[in-house]
């Protein structure tokens, strides 16, 4: 491949509902430009982005790919992104450093849910979008329709610039608008525009005139004289205006007859940003704390950041990243300030899906990879050590559904715990932990897709098999009354006894989890075996009455006893304690806590009912409601562990997969008393 300058570069992420064609447009893209002989499928699982055994599999992208194409002296780095919504971290990740977008829609089904989602996070970071149209030559599309869907779902901002050439149902070509010129047929040979849509065709081109001259007073005043703007000022208007996100062309083409390809990467050279016309990079020295920012050009020292990770069982880890300034030349190692390190560098080249393609330089603005750099990973800045910069990492979505998962043989046990940390390298989305109070081994994800992603990733990677269970809810148990009892240990059996004897109340404690105080007078109790009493109570609260569970929220205090000045020691007072607890609980109320979450739940407004009623039926109450704009309201709910475990399924269900949802712990709170011999017998049972 050979050398591109920065102006030279566009990095464009590939968005779109699940099944949308984002794989194909990319494998068409590049047939066209000649980087491969033969496209593939992927039906046929022979794609260069989706190479992954999972995803081959599944039939859907589950990864970013990074697919560079050559066109015209440019190079598009393209990231193909996963559709489903549950690898939102990757996509979270790839918008970090890619600044440019195409919007794939299918023509048969126009805004779906996923769209309408990619949608709205590109217009929270004001990203260049071009939306595409794919798919126009399966039967009864109506593109009119399709276009009135995305003008409604999305404004009047987005134009077409082209109009499709449909005769009796069947799609001919496109009309482009800004050129003036249709292409029709399958090999889209260029001729006039039809009769039919010339009077059509003029009335966009005039508004876009118009569009062009506000983005200049020098053109504005040449426009208003009637002189005729040049290609190269419409062109550049344009631009301006799409930069600044004042529009968003509408496309139209379909990735596996190639159709409108070359439109496409036309319009991408020409309208969507270079790194250069970007606004400096903005991070921190970690040493002074003072703002750094850095513009993409070669002559600055070099820095970049790491965007993704992921482990080859052949090459090791291989590190994606974005040059932010200067340029790979002459580079063996680089600072990671995140850690303070100096890591070695192996080899900086591009990928082309799972291919390596070998580079000379990548100049500032480009997007590579770095290979046996094993100490780098993503969310890492890399730079030059004698001008350090500090990029922010980008914020990770937490889980929101967890499973319980145990290795199938002996074998495979000893290897989960390397497998999940490889594998976490590559997705810091989700989350491994284990909880020693179920014995369960617990991984987070953001839905059962990502996290069966992981588990088949084992599998096919590390060879590790593993059967699933759902999460075990984490309870406390507590007292709900005021109550004395006296522990008194005796033990007689020859040689020296055993004696403790203490009077100790216990009392609910609403901030703590526990509190030992002694309110011993006259030497009843002498103060040297106080520690003993306080250690006995710990380790007798680790396991309640009732179920087992960590007694918490308990104030002990220890009021009177007696001891023997021979036969008492520690030993006697810890057991001493644990029997006093254990008479008091006759006294005390003691009962069970589960973990109360709080669910912030984002729906369409037209989904607001569904979700109010659903919430009470989870023994749940609603806190607070707020629109959040874009027709869509945050429901802020507190609702026990126990009703949300697999939330994130019911909640695709009540809202076509529209709705999303944060979870936090808060406190604990008292299980309603037809419930506790439930969780007793399960966790009796267990």
């Given at each position: 491949?050979?050398?591109?300058?920065?102006?030279?570069?566009?990095?464009?992420?590939?968005?779109?509902?699940?099944?949308?064609?984002?794989?194909?447009?990319?494998?068409?893209?590049?047939?066209?430009?000649?980087?491969?002989?033969?496209?593939?499928?992927?039906?046929?699982?022979?794609?260069?982005?989706?190479?992954?055994?999972?995803?081959?599999?599944?039939?859907?992208?589950?990864?970013?790919?990074?697919?560079?194409?050559?066109?015209?002296?440019?190079?598009?780095?393209?990231?193909?992104?996963?559709?489903?919504?549950?690898?939102?971290?990757?996509?979270?990740?790839?918008?970090?450093?890619?600044?440019?977008?195409?919007?794939?829609?299918?023509?048969?089904?126009?805004?779906?849910?996923?769209?309408?989602?990619?949608?709205?996070?590109?217009?929270?970071?004001?990203?260049?979008?071009?939306?595409?149209?794919?798919?126009?030559?399966?039967?009864?599309?109506?593109?009119?329709?399709?276009?009135?869907?995305?003008?409604?779902?999305?404004?009047?901002?987005?134009?077409?610039?082209?109009?499709?050439?449909?005769?009796?149902?069947?799609?001919?070509?496109?009309?482009?608008?800004?050129?003036?010129?249709?292409?029709?047929?399958?090999?889209?040979?260029?001729?006039?525009?039809?009769?039919?849509?010339?009077?059509?065709?003029?009335?966009?081109?005039?508004?876009?005139?118009?569009?062009?001259?506000?983005?200049?007073?020098?053109?504005?005043?040449?426009?208003?004289?009637?002189?005729?703007?040049?290609?190269?000022?419409?062109?550049?208007?344009?631009?301006?205006?799409?930069?600044?996100?004042?529009?968003?062309?509408?496309?139209?083409?379909?990735?596996?007859?190639?159709?409108?390809?070359?439109?496409?990467?036309?319009?991408?050279?020409?309208?969507?940003?270079?790194?250069?016309?970007?606004?400096?990079?903005?991070?921190?020295?970690?040493?002074?704390?003072?703002?750094?920012?850095?513009?993409?050009?070669?002559?600055?020292?070099?820095?970049?950041?790491?965007?993704?990770?992921?482990?080859?069982?052949?090459?090791?880890?291989?590190?994606?990243?974005?040059?932010?300034?200067?340029?790979?030349?002459?580079?063996?190692?680089?600072?990671?300030?995140?850690?303070?390190?100096?890591?070695?560098?192996?080899?900086?080249?591009?990928?082309?899906?799972?291919?390596?393609?070998?580079?000379?330089?990548?100049?500032?603005?480009?997007?590579?990879?770095?290979?046996?750099?094993?100490?780098?990973?993503?969310?890492?800045?890399?730079?030059?050590?004698?001008?350090?910069?500090?990029?922010?990492?980008?914020?990770?979505?937490?889980?929101?559904?967890?499973?319980?998962?145990?290795?199938?043989?002996?074998?495979?046990?000893?290897?989960?715990?390397?497998?999940?940390?490889?594998?976490?390298?590559?997705?810091?989305?989700?989350?491994?932990?284990r909880n020693p109070e179920t014995a369960q081994l617990l991984i987070g994800g953001q839905g059962m897709t990502h996290i069966g992603y992981i588990l088949e990733k084992m599998?096919?990677?590390?060879?590790?098999?593993?059967?699933?269970?759902?999460?075990?809810?984490?309870?406390?148990?507590?007292?709900?009354?005021?109550?004395?009892?006296?522990?008194?240990?005796?033990?007689?059996?020859?040689?020296?006894?055993?004696?403790?004897?203490?009077?100790?109340?216990?009392?609910?404690?609403?901030?703590?989890?526990?509190?030992?105080?002694?309110?011993?007078?006259?030497?009843?109790?002498?103060?040297?075996?106080?520690?003993?009493?306080?250690?006995?109570?710990?380790?007798t609260l680790e396991h309640g009455p009732i179920a087992g569970f960590p007694v918490i929220g308990v104030r002990a205090v220890l009021y009177d006893g007696s001891y023997h000045?021979?036969?008492?020691?520690?030993?006697?007072?810890?057991?001493?304690?644990?029997?006093?607890?254990?008479?008091?609980?006759?006294?005390?109320?003691?009962?069970?806590?589960?973990?109360?979450?709080?669910?912030?739940?984002?729906?369409?407004?037209?989904?607001?009912?569904?979700?109010?009623?659903?919430?009470?039926?989870?023994?749940?109450?609603?806190?607070?409601?707020?629109?959040?704009?874009?027709?869509?309201?945050?429901?802020?709910?507190?609702?026990?562990?126990?009703?949300?475990?697999?939330?994130?399924?019911?909640?695709?269900?009540?809202?076509?997969?529209?709705?999303?949802?944060?979870?936090?712990?808060?406190?604990?709170?008292?299980?309603?008393?037809?419930?506790?011999?439930?969780?007793?017998?399960?966790?009796?049972?267990?």
């Amino acid at each position: 491949m050979k050398e591109y300058l920065t102006k030279q570069i566009r990095n464009v992420a590939i968005l779109g509902h699940l099944g949308s064609g984002k794989t194909s447009l990319v494998e068409a893209m590049l047939y066209i430009s000649k980087a491969i002989n033969k496209k593939g499928e992927v039906e046929k699982k022979n794609t260069v982005s989706d190479y992954l055994v999972e995803e081959q599999n599944r039939q859907t992208s589950l990864s970013t790919s990074l697919i560079p194409v050559e066109w015209n002296d440019y190079k598009i780095n393209f990231l193909d992104t996963p559709g489903s919504e549950e690898f939102v971290g990757e996509i979270d990740q790839d918008l970090a450093v890619v600044k440019g977008s195409v919007v794939l829609l299918d023509a048969q089904k126009g805004v779906e849910v996923g769209t309408e989602r990619v949608w709205e996070e590109l217009r929270n970071r004001h990203t260049p979008s071009v939306l595409f149209i794919n798919k126009v030559d399966k039967e009864n599309v109506k593109f009119d329709k399709v276009i009135a869907n995305i003008s409604e779902k999305f404004g009047p901002r987005v134009v077409p610039f082209v109009i499709p050439v449909v005769k009796n149902n069947e799609y001919q070509g496109y009309a482009d608008i800004i050129r003036k010129k249709a292409y029709l047929g399958e090999d889209e040979h260029e001729t006039e525009i039809p009769a039919e849509l010339s009077a059509r065709a003029n009335e966009y081109y005039d508004k876009f005139l118009e569009i062009v001259a506000s983005q200049d007073e020098e053109v504005m005043e040449r426009y208003f004289l009637g002189e005729t703007l040049t290609d190269e000022e419409i062109i550049g208007g344009l631009r301006s205006a799409l930069l600044n996100c004042d529009i968003f062309p509408i496309l139209v083409g379909s990735a596996t007859k190639n159709l409108g390809l070359k439109g496409l990467l036309e319009d991408i050279c020409n309208y969507l940003p270079s790194p250069a016309d970007l606004k400096p990079a903005n991070g921190i020295n970690p040493k002074t704390k003072e703002e750094v920012l850095k513009v993409s050009k070669d002559e600055d020292s070099f820095s970049g950041y790491v965007f993704k990770t992921i482990v080859d069982p052949f090459l090791g880890t291989i590190n994606f990243f974005k040059v932010y300034s200067g340029t790979t030349k002459g580079l063996t190692e680089v600072y990671v300030p995140n850690r303070d390190q100096v890591v070695k560098v192996g080899m900086v080249s591009m990928m082309m899906g799972k291919n390596q393609i070998a580079i000379d330089v990548l100049h500032a603005g480009d997007i590579g990879v770095l290979t046996k750099s094993g100490d780098i990973k993503t969310g890492d800045t890399i730079c030059d050590k004698k001008d350090v910069v500090l990029y922010p990492v980008v914020e990770m979505p937490t889980p929101v559904i967890y499973v319980a998962i145990q290795a199938k043989t002996k074998q495979d046990e000893d290897k989960i715990s390397s497998a999940l940390q490889k594998l976490n390298l590559e997705d810091p989305t989700f989350e491994v932990k284990r909880n020693p109070e179920t014995a369960q081994l617990l991984i987070g994800g953001q839905g059962m897709t990502h996290i069966g992603y992981i588990l088949e990733k084992m599998k096919n990677m590390f060879k590790v098999d593993v059967s699933t269970a759902d999460q075990k809810i984490v309870y406390r148990e507590t007292i709900r009354k005021i109550g004395s009892a006296q522990g008194r240990h005796k033990k007689q059996s020859g040689g020296a006894g055993q004696f403790g004897d203490v009077w100790i109340r216990f009392e609910p404690l609403a901030d703590k989890d526990f509190e030992f105080t002694s309110e011993v007078v006259g030497g009843a109790v002498p103060k040297n075996f106080f520690p003993a009493v306080e250690k006995g109570l710990i380790d007798t609260l680790e396991h309640g009455p009732i179920a087992g569970f960590p007694v918490i929220g308990v104030r002990a205090v220890l009021y009177d006893g007696s001891y023997h000045p021979v036969d008492s020691n520690e030993i006697s007072f810890k057991i001493a304690a644990s029997l006093a607890f254990k008479e008091a609980c006759k006294v005390i109320k003691p009962t069970i806590l589960e973990p109360i979450m709080e669910v912030v739940i984002t729906v369409k407004d037209e989904y607001v009912g569904d979700i109010m009623s659903d919430i009470p039926q989870r023994r749940g109450s609603v806190v607070g409601m707020e629109p959040v704009g874009n027709g869509k309201t945050a429901i802020t709910a507190q609702i026990p562990e126990a009703e949300i475990i697999k939330y994130s399924i019911d909640l695709k269900a009540m809202t076509q997969g529209s709705g999303y949802f944060t979870r936090k712990f808060i406190r604990y709170e008292d299980v309603p008393a037809n419930l506790v011999p439930k969780i007793v017998a399960e966790y009796k049972k267990d």
